[in-house]
């Protein structure tokens, strides 16, 4: 078995804890001696509101219940975009027909970014849940066929070639060549996809909602509570590192055979 | 399967019936095959030799059925190739290994492919990675592998739909000479194991005449065959043998005047 705590990784860990622990300090410290004081809490503050929310509801749920809700959300909404611009992207990846149909329209709604969409969405589909979805659906789903078009176009003609002369026929030459040489590179699209949702459905919540992080961030502005706002903020930072980092455990499975060395 | 009159001889397993390939692009042709005429015999292991760039591998592709000739047929078997499969193996001097398969995975792709029970391929697999000295290896992907073991998951890979044929394109050209000499030692000893009809393209005169029953020496482009030579020398043979070295003399000195 290979050890999880090597000295090199105690010792990175240790630095990041004392880089941490600057910023904090220099807040702390900042906030004390300086002027910023009238528009900064004490870190402290965040932090002990930080731990209190977690119990204590803010609003109508709890701090924890909010990041929930938000995380439902782009649940929701990043599966729906991922499922559909994989099967959109391979399409266009592979039918020349397709790519020439869906590319013009694709590229034309690709630059508008997902908060765009707020206003008309709001308008469709009222301020419900089924508006945070579109929102986040729209925000992640380009990356996902962007990416996934660009893995089913790269299949290697040679690996193609040899599967036929192993005897694969055209349905076993998709789904055992074409998909797995295309993982990769959709688990790229699906990680941006992840990030963007994750902000898209903020911003959803920024402008309608009475919960999940974003509403947190409100709600301190309106009410002139910067430590409401900050404990927000941090929720937010939190979780898209859960995020991230969890994207990148499934990749690490899902890819291990690019992975050289070990 | 569809038998033509073409092909009469009883143990005739490959037969290039005049063959011409040309490549052509928008304002470019570039004729690569004339008339090239080539029958080998049922577990025949014949080189096809010449200069670098000389259309080998394009001969080479049009038997498997890669690539199509611009004019001529190829049987194999006495059935007519017109597109790859599964009667003829191929080895790749690219590995062009399936990297997110394991070894066990690469070399069961084609029994699995043809619908082979998991039991039966697994078996013929592991059959052929023992072959190949890979035993232990199994489970590592391709990309953990040397040059020289990938190579040996290819040749296993090839063999193990059990084709009649085996196609090899310069197999061994990315390998150190180490290795190389190696590998070369390894293919002879499988191939007096596991008899087929092997075709295999080299530019390496001694690999040639160390593996061959025939050397097929091409001409420059547009390729045709310039001359044939039986390699009677005694297996295992011996790269420094006077017998060797005279016949790599002649072949080169032909060789030469070609280019």
């Known amino acids: 078995m290979k050890r999880v705590f090597t000295k090199e990784k105690v010792q990175m860990a240790l630095w990041g804890i004392i880089g941490l622990m600057s910023i904090l300090l220099i807040w702390q410290i900042s906030v004390m001696v300086t002027s910023l004081g009238r528009i900064m809490p004490e870190p402290i503050e965040v932090v002990k509101s930080f731990l209190i929310s977690s119990i204590k509801p803010v609003g109508r749920y709890t701090l ?40 013009p329209i694709f590229n034309m ?56 002369m192993l005897g694969a026929n055209k349905r076993q030459e998709f789904f055992r060549i074409v998909i797995p040489s295309s993982v990769p590179y959709i688990f790229a699209g699906l990680q941006i996809s992840l990030s963007t949702s994750w902000m898209a459905v903020l911003a959803a919540e920024m402008v309608s909602s009475y919960k999940g992080s974003g509403w947190i961030i409100i709600t301190g502005m309106n009410n002139g509570n910067t430590v409401q706002i900050l404990v927000g903020m941090i929720s937010i930072g939190v979780v898209g590192l859960g995020l991230a980092n969890l994207m990148r455990i499934i990749e690490r499975r899902l890819c291990s055979w690019r992975i050289q060395g070990q | ?21 040309t490549f052509e692009s928008k304002d470019d042709e570039n004729e690569v095959i004339r008339n090239f005429n080539l029958e080998i015999k049922e577990n025949e292991f014949v080189v096809l030799f010449g200069p670098g760039q000389c259309g080998k591998t394009t001969v080479l592709n049009i038997i498997a059925g890669l690539e199509q000739s611009t004019k001529g047929e190829v049987f194999v078997n006495g059935r007519k190739i017109t597109e790859p499969g599964p009667d003829r193996g191929m080895v790749y001097q690219t590995t062009a290994l399936f990297p997110w398969l394991t ?46 073991m990938q190579q040996r998951v290819g040749i296993a890979r090839a063999y193990c739909n059990n084709p009649p044929v085996i196609l090899l394109d310069e197999p061994f050209g990315a390998l ?7 590998m070369e030692e390894e293919l002879g000893r499988i191939c007096t194991k596991e008899k087929r009809t092997i075709v295999f393209v080299t530019n390496n005169i001694e690999e040639a005449i160390y593996l061959a029953d025939r050397i097929v020496l091409l001409t420059n482009c547009p390729t045709t065959i310039r001359k044939e030579y039986i390699i009677g020398l005694p297996r295992p043979r011996d790269y420094t043998s006077n017998d060797f070295l005279t016949l790599r003399k002649e072949i080169t000195s032909e060789m030469d005047e070609t280019i």
């Open chain 1, 109 to 164: 709604v690709r630059p508008i970014p997902g908060v765009a969409w707020i206003p008309l969405a709001i308008l469709w589909f009222g301020i419900g849940e089924t508006t945070k979805y579109f929102i986040i659906f729209m925000g992640g789903f380009a990356q996902v066929v962007v990416n996934t078009m660009s893995g089913a176009r790269k299949v290697d003609k040679t690996l193609v070639g040899a599967a036929r």
């Open chain 2, 176 to 182: 150190d000479a180490q290795t190389r000499y190696l």
């Open chain 2, 1 to 21: 399967m569809e038998n033509t009159g073409t092909v009469t001889a009883k143990n005739i397993m490959i037969k290039c019936n005049s063959i011409f390939k």
């Open chain 1, 64 to 103: 924890l219940q909010h990041m929930l809700f938000s995380l439902l959300r782009v649940f929701v909404g990043f599966s729906l975009s991922g499922v559909s611009g994989i099967i959109l992207g391979i399409a266009m990846g592979r039918s020349k027909t397709i790519n020439s149909i869906a590319s």
């Open chain 2, 103 to 148: 070894v066990m995975g690469n070399v069961e792709f084609g029994p699995k492919s043809l619908g082979v029970k998991k039991k039966e391929r697994r078996e013929r697999a592991q059959y052929y990675i023992d072959l190949v000295g890979l035993k232990g290896f199994e489970k590592h992907y391709p990309i953990k592998l040397s040059g020289g």
